[in-house]
């Protein structure tokens, strides 16, 4: 499956050259966050392919006007086909305003999702904007990463982990690709295609009443939410495939 990363930057190559070719062979867009709405609607709306985004910390104007027809996945789970995606979107807080969190704030907010994390067998993908602690991330307090990250790579170890926030054009030490333990680091500025590849990596097996307690906890906390939905849509999918 192929997947266009973009974050940061409108890319004019995409945007005011577009041409259908290039997203003959795409299956779907991944927004790492600080793109004009009007241009993800516009990839949109123009290739026919699903595009899914996190907020970056200039995406304030996201509240009121959201990219049109584009799914929000900050602080859930989307399911493409059969890959499971979890966005958290947001940089380091450096000032006041929204999409910015301490290093504690977002340690919660990977705490609250643990309940769904379990539910789905774990993520393939995590998408966020800021990049993780001491792995392409800057010294200054705004571009710092999120040792919350690297703690999840850790401890669900998803195939990939795509974030933005840290342009290319900082620094030549920052790489577009790299990994952290078993987890490909995707750099998104501007744009990047990739083709997915599972490390086939699992969490561990839940005893019954384990997995009692947590679909209970997670059918009453996620009951007609998207959430929901792509959960339903996703064991659809693995039961046929079986």
């Known amino acids: 499956m192929k997947i266009l990363v973009v974050a940061d930057e409108e890319s004019t190559y995409l945007w005011d050259y577009y041409d259908e070719k290039l997203f003959k062979d795409i299956d779907l867009i991944i927004s790492a966050g600080d793109l004009k709405a009007k241009y993800l609607s516009f990839l949109t709306t123009l290739s026919g392919i699903p595009v899914c985004y996190v907020p970056g910390n200039h995406d304030y104007r996201y509240e009121s006007q959201p990219p049109y027809g584009c799914d929000n996945i900050d602080d859930q789970i989307y399911v493409h086909k059969n890959i499971r995606i979890l966005g958290l979107g947001g940089s380091y807080r450096y000032k006041q305003g929204p999409y910015q969190y301490s290093e504690k704030e ?98 561990n097996e839940m005893n019954f009443f384990q997995k009692l307690l947590n679909s209970l906890v997670f059918y009453f906390k996620y009951f007609k939410t998207p959430v929901m939905k792509n959960y339903r849509a996703y064991k659809k999918y693995l039961k046929k495939n079986q």
């Open 106 to 203: 977002m340690q919660r907010r990977i705490r609250r999702l643990k309940n769904m994390i379990r539910q789905f067998g774990g993520v393939d993908i995590l998408v966020t904007h800021a990049p993780a602690l001491g792995h392409g991330d800057g010294d200054d307090l705004c571009h710092r990463g999120f040792d919350a990250f690297n703690k999840f790579i850790y401890t669900y170890s998803p195939s990939y982990f795509i974030h933005g926030h840290q342009h290319l054009t900082y620094s030549r030490s920052i790489k577009r690709v790299s990994k952290i333990d078993n987890t490909n680091v995707i750099n998104g500025y501007n744009y990047y295609l990739f083709e997915y590849e599972t490390n086939n990596k699992q969490l």
